[in-house]
């Protein structure tokens, strides 16, 4: 290793990780290092507002502040981007204590918030279109396999957060007014849909045989298996295809599906 790499990754270390500088970062140059710390630190959490806006609203600009230099010590940056910063956070406040996380279901606020991101910044793919199922034989819609847009998202939560969601992400505390008065999250364990359509994220709530239904299209099942596990949900297996016909027209208005 060369001296000039042995300094460049001295000074990661003491930058990121607060290691002791050796040789020549050691001395004054030392103290000076502390303004490079701040400032590193500083950035990352910045980002971590950026990634996780309606969450910071939740907690308040202190409280956020607080958890996210708890997660940068915890947690420290390994990405080359800055925009991965932070993926872990929903599982670390998930095991941090009150004084961090308040109420359990700001657990699910990160989770919605990094699920919307990723969900933005997911690769583009051609949408699958009604007029190429129209031209499906009926004996080529048992072997069918429909395949999910790279932007679909499915988040397990444990409360029904997404009124307190709208709410806030809706709200502009930049305009001076106060934090609205917010619908208390319950428990409701549940999946959210997340995905992108014409360069705008959306998410909805799923009900039971949807979700269903799309963990099967996830696993490759063909539509028969849908319609064998859409009439294991309902049970009903005449209700079974007119229900994922149903499912499958709104997953292609929707362009949950790629070609």
């Given at each position: ?15 990121r990780d607060g290691a002791e500088p ?6 004054d140059f030392a103290l000076g290092l ?149 619908p208390e999250p319950v428990p409701h ?71």
């Amino acid at each position: 290793m060369s001296v000039t790499l042995q300094q460049q990754q001295q000074l990661a270390a003491a930058i990121r990780d607060g290691a002791e500088p050796a040789g020549l970062l050691a001395g004054d140059f030392a103290l000076g290092l502390e303004v490079y710390r701040h400032a590193y630190r500083a950035r990352l959490v910045a980002a971590l507002t950026d990634n996780y806006t309606v969450l910071g609203r939740a907690l308040g600009d202190a409280a956020f502040e607080a958890l996210g230099r708890a997660y940068l010590d915890a947690r420290p940056s390994r990405h080359p981007s800055i925009r991965w910063f932070g993926h872990e956070l929903a599982a670390f406040m998930a095991e941090a204590g009150d004084d961090l996380v308040p109420h359990a279901s700001l657990v699910d606020f990160a989770t919605m918030d990094w699920a919307l991101r990723g969900a933005f910044d997911a690769a583009e793919a051609p949408v699958l279109e009604m007029a190429t199922l129209a031209a499906l034989g009926p004996d080529d819609w048992a072997s069918l396999v429909l395949h999910l847009h790279p932007s679909v998202q499915r988040v397990a939560l444990a409360y029904a957060i997404e009124p307190a969601w709208r709410v806030l992400r809706e709200w502009e505390p930049e305009s001076g007014t106060d934090q609205p008065e917010l619908p208390e999250p319950v428990p409701h364990p549940h999946t959210l849909l997340v995905w992108r359509q014409f360069g705008e994220t959306h998410w909805r709530s799923l009900e039971p045989l949807e979700a269903a239904l799309l963990q099967a299209v996830a696993d490759q099942a063909p539509f028969a298996l849908l319609c064998e596990r859409a009439a294991a949900e309902l049970g009903d297996a005449e209700a079974a295809a007119p229900a994922v016909i149903v499912a499958l027209q709104r997953w292609l208005s929707d362009g949950l599906l790629r070609a």
